[in-house]
C-alpha cells in the first residue's frame, strides 16, 4: 500500500496546478461533464425518447461549459438578458433557449422576445398578461408555459410548502388560466412546468409531479388545447453532495454523521420516465419530456483546491470562502478531503472556515480529516455547481461582457468624425452644467470613453476639477489608468458597478454619464447611488441615446 494517497480527480495533476497557480481555485474536467450529460440523457431516453434537456445556465456559466454542452445538443434554460448573450455568444441557436425566471425586467424580456427564443416560462396570470402586452407591443408572437404549484398531498403538511408557494400558478387555476390564455393574440400556450426542489434523495416526488402535471395536460386536452411540453424543472441529485436535514444538522453539532445515499440517475430516469411514458398513454398528443438539471449535470465536474491559512484549536481556516461557494450548511454540505493522505494518519474532527469576516463563513462542521498543516492542501468537491457561477452573479456577467468588449476592441473610435462632434457636444454640456468648474469633485460613470472615445475626463481636469471615474471592467479601468498616467493627469479611478459606488454620501459637486445607465436592467439603482454621492445642491448630467438622433 502506497504511504500517502493522492486525491484523484478526472486522471488530472491537481497537485501541479496547485503549484502553478494561486489557491483557492477551480478545476473542470470536460470529460465528466460530458459524461453526467450522457449518462442523464441515456437514463430517460431509455423510457421515452421525446426529451429535451434544458440545462439551467445560473448552475455554472462558464462560457467553456455553455460551448460543451451546446455541442451535445442541450439546450438553455435562461434567466435574462446577460444570460441570452452568454447563450448566443456560447453558440446556442435562439430555438434552443428558453426564459426562466418570474418577473424578468422589462428590458431582459425584451431582448428575449426580440431575439425569438423558443419559450418564456410564466409563473402569474398577471405575468401572462405582460407578456401579452410587451409582445403586442413588439408586434409579434411567443411562446409560454405556466408554471404549476405542485401541492403536497401528505397527511401532515410539507413545512417547505410554504416556501414553494411563492413560485407558480396554484394546480386549480392552471386549467381556467389556459383557456384564458387561449383567447391571447401574442402568446401561444405550450405547456406545463414545475420544479420540486433540488438534491432530491429519491425519485418520489418526481414521479408524483409527473403526475399532476398529465392530469392538467388531460384537463387541457378535455377543453380543446394541447399541451405540447411538459417540464419537470431540476432536482436530480449529485451522488457526492450531502443533502442536509434538520436531524442531520443536529446530529453533525455532536459530530455524528447521518449516511444519505441519494437515488442514481438511472433511478430517476428509470422511475420518472416510466411514470412519464405510462401516463402520457392517456393523451391525444404526447408532449415532450423537458427536464432542467444542473447539479446532476455540472456538480461533479468541478473541485476547488484551497489552502489552509491557519489552525485554531478545531477552527481549520482555509482560503476559499462560502464567497464562492455559497450553500448554506443548512441545505447541504460538500465533501472536503486533503489532496494528499498518509495510509497510517488518524482522523480528526475539523470545522473548516472561509477566510471573510463573517460568522457564517463556515464550509464544514466537524467534518473528519487527518492531521492538518498551515499550507496544506484541501480539495472541495461538488465545486461545479452552484459555485463561481453564483458567486460571479449578473453584476460580473456584465464585467465579463465589458472586459471582453475591451479586449476586442482595437484602437476605437478617437480619430473619427464622430467622436470629434460627440466631444464638442460634451464640452458644450459641461460648460452649461458644470461651470464654473475649477475646484469643483467630478464623479465619470464608465470609462470606456476615456479609452476609445471622447476622452472627456482629461478636459474636466484640464478645467481645474478633481476627477473621479469608475468602470465595471477591469480591462477598460486598466486601460483608463495607463492612459491617465502617461499623461499625468491625477484621477481617482475605481472598479465598480454603478449601482455600488463605493464613494461616502455628499462626496461630489458633479456626475457625469453618458450612454451607460440604459444598459442596466434596473438603471434606477444607479440614478439613487448618484443621488447618494451627489452633495445637496450638486448636479448630474445623465445622457441616454436618443431614438431620434441616434
Ligand atoms: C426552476 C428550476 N429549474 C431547475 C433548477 C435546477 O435544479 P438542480 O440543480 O437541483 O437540478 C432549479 C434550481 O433551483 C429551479 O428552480
Redesign the pocket.
Known amino acids: 500500500m502506497p504511504e500517502q494517497a493522492e486525491f484523484s480527480f478526472a486522471g488530472l495533476d491537481v497537485e501541479r496546478f496547485a503549484g502553478r497557480v494561486d489557491t483557492p481555485f477551480f478545476l473542470f474536467s470536460t470529460r465528466i461533464l460530458k459524461e453526467n450529460y450522457g449518462r442523464l440523457r441515456h437514463a430517460y431516453t431509455e423510457q421515452y425518447t421525446d426529451i429535451r434537456i434544458d440545462y439551467?445556465v445560473k448552475?455554472n456559466r462558464e462560457l467553456a461549459v455553455l460551448q460543451i454542452l451546446c455541442s451535445l445538443g442541450a439546450s438553455l434554460?435562461i434567466a435574462g438578458e446577460h444570460e441570452l448573450q452568454l447563450a448566443l455568444e456560447a453558440g446556442f441557436p435562439v430555438q434552443r433557449l428558453t426564459l426562466?425566471r418570474p418577473h424578468t425586467a422589462q428590458q431582459g424580456l425584451e431582448a428575449c422576445i426580440r431575439a425569438g427564443i423558443h419559450a418564456f416560462i410564466v409563473d402569474s396570470p398577471q405575468e401572462l398578461e405582460r407578456l401579452e402586452d410587451i409582445a403586442a407591443k413588439l408586434e409579434t408572437e411567443v411562446q409560454a408555459c405556466l408554471r404549476v404549484q405542485v401541492g403536497s398531498r401528505g397527511i401532515f403538511p410539507n413545512p417547505v410548502q410554504r416556501y414553494l408557494a411563492k413560485f407558480g400558478i396554484p394546480r386549480s387555476r392552471i386549467v381556467p388560466l389556459w383557456q384564458q390564455g387561449q383567447r391571447l393574440e401574442h402568446v401561444r400556450l405550450i405547456g406545463l412546468t414545475t420544479?420540486v426542489g433540488?438534491?432530491l434523495l429519491t425519485p418520489k416526488t418526481q414521479v408524483r409531479a409527473v403526475e399532476e402535471l398529465v392530469e392538467l395536460a388531460a384537463a387541457i386536452e378535455r377543453t380543446g388545447g394541447t399541451v405540447a411540453e411538459i417540464n419537470l424543472?431540476?432536482?436530480?441529485p449529485s451522488p457526492t453532495f450531502r443533502r442536509q436535514t434538520l436531524v442531520g444538522l443536529l446530529l453533525a453539532q455532536v459530530g455524528l454523521r447521518r449516511r444519505q445515499t441519494p437515488a442514481n440517475v438511472a433511478e430517476f430516469g428509470r422511475q420518472v420516465g416510466t411514470a412519464f411514458a405510462a401516463a402520457v398513454g392517456s393523451l391525444t398528443h404526447p408532449p415532450t419530456l423537458v427536464l432542467?438539471?444542473?447539479?446532476?449535470i455540472a456538480s461533479t465536474m468541478g473541485v476547488c483546491v484551497t489552502r489552509v491559512r491557519a489552525i485554531k484549536g478545531q477552527w481549520v481556516i482555509v482560503d476559499a470562502s462560502q464567497t464562492s461557494l455559497p450553500e448554506s450548511l443548512f441545505f447541504g454540505e460538500r465533501a472536503i478531503l486533503p489532496l494528499r493522505q498518509s495510509a497510517v494518519a488518524r482522523l480528526r474532527r475539523w470545522h473548516v472556515s472561509g477566510p471573510t469576516l463573517n460568522t457564517g463563513d463556515v464550509l464544514a462542521v466537524n467534518c473528519s480529516l487527518p492531521p492538518l498543516e498551515v499550507g496544506d492542501l484541501l480539495v472541495i468537491r461538488d465545486a461545479g455547481?452552484?459555485s463561481l457561477s453564483v458567486d460571479r452573479c449578473e453584476s460580473d456577467a456584465m464585467q465579463e461582457h465589458w472586459d471582453r468588449a475591451a479586449l476586442r476592441m482595437k484602437g476605437g473610435f478617437r480619430g473619427a468624425p464622430s467622436t470629434a462632434y460627440y466631444r464638442r457636444r460634451e464640452i458644450a454640456l459641461f460648460r452649461r452644467y458644470f461651470s464654473p468648474m475649477a475646484g469643483k469633485r467630478l464623479l465619470k460613470l464608465d470609462l470606456w470613453n476615456e479609452v476609445h472615445n471622447t476622452n472627456i475626463l482629461p478636459f474636466a481636469h484640464a478645467q481645474g476639477m478633481r476627477v473621479a471615474g469608475v468602470d465595471i471592467s477591469s480591462v477598460v479601468l486598466e486601460q483608463a489608468r495607463a492612459r491617465f498616467e502617461a499623461a499625468g493627469i491625477d484621477a481617482d479611478l475605481r472598479q465598480s458597478d454603478i449601482r455600488a459606488l463605493s464613494f461616502p454620501d455628499n462626496r461630489f459637486d458633479c456626475v457625469y454619464s453618458m450612454g451607460t445607465v440604459e444598459h442596466l436592467p434596473n438603471p434606477g439603482a444607479a440614478i439613487s447611488e448618484v443621488f447618494r454621492v451627489l452633495k445637496p445642491g450638486g448636479v448630474a448630467v445623465i445622457g441616454v441615446p436618443n431614438a431620434h438622433d441616434p
Do not use: K, V
Not at 424543472?233 to 436530480?236: A, D, F, N, R, V
Not at 432542467?292 to 446532476?296: F, L, V, Y
Open positions: 439551467p448552475t434554460d426562466d420544479h433540488s438534491q424543472g431540476g432536482g436530480i432542467q438539471p444542473g447539479r446532476a455547481a452552484y
